[in-house]
T-cell receptor, first 108, second 115 residues
Framework: TQLLEQSPQFLSIQEGENLTVYCNSS?????LQWYRQEPGEGPVLLVT?????EVKKLKRLTFQFGDARKDSSLHITAAQPGDTGLYLC????????FGPGTSLSVIP | DAGVIQSPRHEVTEMGQEVTLRCKPI?????LFWYRQTMMRGLELLIY????????DSGMPEDRFSAKMPNASFSTLKIQPSEPRDSAVYFC?????????????FGQGTRLTVV
């Protein structure tokens, strides 16, 4: 049983479109992290959200932590081919756990 | 800093052989993690060390897997004997501190294929 669920599993969109991916859990987390993993590379941290309801922006990426601290979303505006990759959310339970990821492909 | 360095990048071995994966963490980091990534199971934490001491190895799949950290700048993950189901990408990561919002820095991974 996955403590962290992510949706959608796969997403293929055209350059310039907007998209939202989700990270959900039945457990409360003190914080959630989002990582991006490019093919052939290790994951790289994008952001950490720690307060329920918190919204953080990183250029065209907007991250939100749910009020109950059980879910998070990542919204990308005007997606670009460089956004292609696997987006992983991670939370600390008794140790760090990762969700299964959303594989995003942005087609030029 | 060169980041977390893993070797080899790719390893192909025959079933039954011993495999050793190596990791050099970022200097000054006190936590080191070994992960395994597969399509079926995603990114799984195998074991982590704090100040060279293994803290939690509950993710190690079975006794065929072992990990050591003889000093602050080197760790190994060994599989003996290897099996085809061990085929995966193995990542090493390090961090300064182990709290829930600490950033983990990952290496480029070792892609292991057991035939």
């Amino acid at each position: 049983t996955q403590l962290l669920e992510q949706s959608p599993q796969f997403l293929s969109i055209q350059e310039g479109e907007n998209l939202t991916v989700y990270c959900n859990s039945s457990s409360v987390f003190s914080s959630l992290q989002w990582y991006r993993q490019e093919p052939g590379e290790g994951p790289v941290l994008l952001v950490t959200v720690v307060t329920g309801g918190e919204v953080k922006k990183l250029k065209r990426l907007t991250f939100q932590f749910g009020d109950a601290r059980k879910d998070s979303s990542l919204h990308i505006t005007a997606a670009q081919p460089g956004d292609t990759g696997l987006y992983l959310c991670a939370g600390f339970y008794d140790k760090v756990i990762f969700g299964p990821g959303t594989s995003l492909s942005v087609i030029p | 800093d060169a980041g977390v360095i893993q070797s080899p990048r790719h390893e192909v071995t025959e079933m039954g052989q011993e495999v050793t994966l190596r990791c050099k963490p970022i200097s000054g980091h006190d936590y080191l993690f070994w992960y395994r990534q597969t399509m079926m199971r995603g990114l799984e934490l195998l074991i982590y060390f704090n100040n060279n001491v293994p803290i939690d190895d509950s993710g190690m799949p079975e006794d065929r897997f072992s990990a050591k950290m003889p000093n602050a700048s080197f760790s190994t993950l060994k599989i003996q004997p290897s099996e085809p189901r061990d085929s995966a990408v193995y990542f090493c990561a390090s961090s300064f501190g182990g709290s829930d919002n600490t950033e983990a820095f990952f290496g480029q991974g070792t892609r292991l294929t057991v035939v």
